[in-house]
């Protein structure tokens, strides 16, 4: 071996390709991570309410669609429409897991007001005495 020359240890990983992995996994991650939002396609009506705070768990989502079609964001398949006693069921196995998790209505702007109280009237036959109602903060 050449005087001057230092040799390199076999111990040193080479970690530049590790880096290309990871930055492309970062932004695969950031393309489809709003893509796994709730696939129920709801438009909030407007109004100036106070957000949850912060502290709180994170709230049941129940979603009312243009059609009246019920949605629950808990279980296997949170996009497709729920019947109203299966929707009751899980409410009410989930309230007696967690009794003080808040639920939330989350209704279309265009349906019906009789609809977003029929599924007020199933949670409340699933035990849950307080419920929210979502809105989107006014455009200004």
Not at 18 to 28: A, K, Q
């Amino acid at each position: 071996m050449a005087a001057g020359k230092k040799r390199r240890p076999m111990s040193d990983i080479n970690v530049v390709p590790y880096i290309d992995v990871m930055l492309v996994l970062l932004i695969i991650f950031m393309i489809t991570a709003p893509l796994l939002q709730q696939g129920v396609e709801i438009e909030l009506p407007q109004a100036a309410a106070n957000p949850l705070p912060p502290d709180q768990h994170e709230p049941v989502v129940v979603s009312v669609d243009k059609t009246g079609d019920f949605y629950l964001d808990i279980g296997d398949a949170p996009d497709k429409p729920i019947d109203a006693q299966l929707l009751v069921n899980r409410v009410a196995a989930v309230r007696q897991l967690k009794p003080n998790i808040p639920v939330l209505v989350r209704g279309d702007r265009e349906v019906g007001y009789g609809s977003v109280v029929d599924v007020m009237v199933l949670l409340q036959k699933a035990g849950i005495e307080k419920v929210g109602l979502m809105t989107e903060q006014p455009e200004k």
